[in-house]
């Protein structure tokens, strides 16, 4: 196992462990207190603990060396697990929206304990804490997995802030007899599960764009373009073109050459082109060179 994915599973066990400490501690001060915001914050931990462990399944599995089947790699799967965390944020997130609806439509609410506001701290800080974390880490090791999981405890953090203004707007309204305050505790369980939805939807956008392998833009991949023309021997770029394959980068390239060479020099040129690219670019895995005959019109 490889340094990347040995520090991308070591950080996805730690969201597991401290969320499902975080989840039980929100669901039972949520449930004794009778906050709907911080129940709703619980059940939000609750889905990050299934996501970090779909993560790591996605994980264990990107690392695999190619094999028959898979001739591109493993790579993919990370993707696959990031769309699991999508999915699970978007159930999560409706399931909490229906639950903080009922309040609207006749049941009437009531202000939650003190105790909540002291839960709902802790989780803001120890979710923008992972946060941090895993979101650097997801840049350094250019994992979509763990960048998807990072994003994740952000939506925890900002729901927690939601959970905070509404379990203290409660609160208050109680204790200065403003009982329109006490809706503030469900509707913040209701901006909650909206959050929870939209970051749920960007997240499968994303991930479900590289599983159809859109290809990078023009912009992407001129620098790829540029290290392939200063090979020598190629006279033109036929074509490239780049497509993520996980956490990297897979480039089907056309390329001219001298049409009197022989078939062995064009190889050559062809391998250098594949080590220029592979040694230039750290984000590439896989390059498959296809040599034409130099013409006026590209091939």
Do not use: C
Not at 82 to 89: Q, S, W
């Amino acid at each position: 196992m490889d340094n990347r994915f040995k520090q991308a599973e070591f950080a996805t066990w730690v969201g597991i462990v401290l969320n499902g400490l975080l989840a039980v501690m929100k669901g039972l001060v949520g449930w004794l207190a009778g906050s709907r915001a911080l129940i709703a914050d619980a059940a939000h931990s609750a889905s990050d603990v299934a996501g970090s462990i779909a993560v790591l399944a996605g994980l264990r599995t990107a690392q695999k060396p190619p094999d028959a089947d898979h001739p591109y790699g493993h790579g993919k799967a990370e993707n696959v697990a990031t769309i699991i965390v999508a999915i699970l944020l978007i159930v999560v997130g409706v399931e909490i929206a229906l639950s903080a609806s009922k309040v609207f439509f006749g049941e009437v609410p009531s202000a939650p304990k003190g105790i909540a506001l002291i839960a709902v701290l802790i989780s803001i800080i120890v979710k923008e804490l992972l946060f941090q974390y895993k979101n650097r880490l997801a840049k350094k090791i250019n994992s979509p997995a763990l960048q998807a999981e990072a994003w994740h405890h952000r939506s925890d953090a900002l729901s927690s802030i939601a959970a905070f203004v509404g379990v203290l707007g409660s609160i208050i309204g109680q204790q200065m007899n403003y009982p329109i305050l006490l809706y503030l505790d469900p509707l913040a369980g209701l901006l909650v599960a909206l959050l929870v939805i939209k970051i749920g939807y960007s997240l499968a956008k994303e991930s479900g764009l590289i599983m159809m392998e859109q290809v990078l833009d023009k912009e992407e991949t001129e620098p790829y373009i540029e290290t392939v023309q200063q090979v020598r021997g190629v006279s033109r770029v036929d074509e490239l073109l780049a497509r993520t394959h996980g956490h990297y980068i897979v480039v089907d390239i056309k390329i001219s050459v001298d049409p009197t060479i022989t078939v062995a020099e064009g190889h050559s040129i062809s391998k250098k082109v594949k080590e220029a690219l592979l040694k230039k670019h750290s984000n590439i895995n896989k390059v498959f060179v296809h040599v034409n005959p130099y013409s006026q019109e590209p091939s």
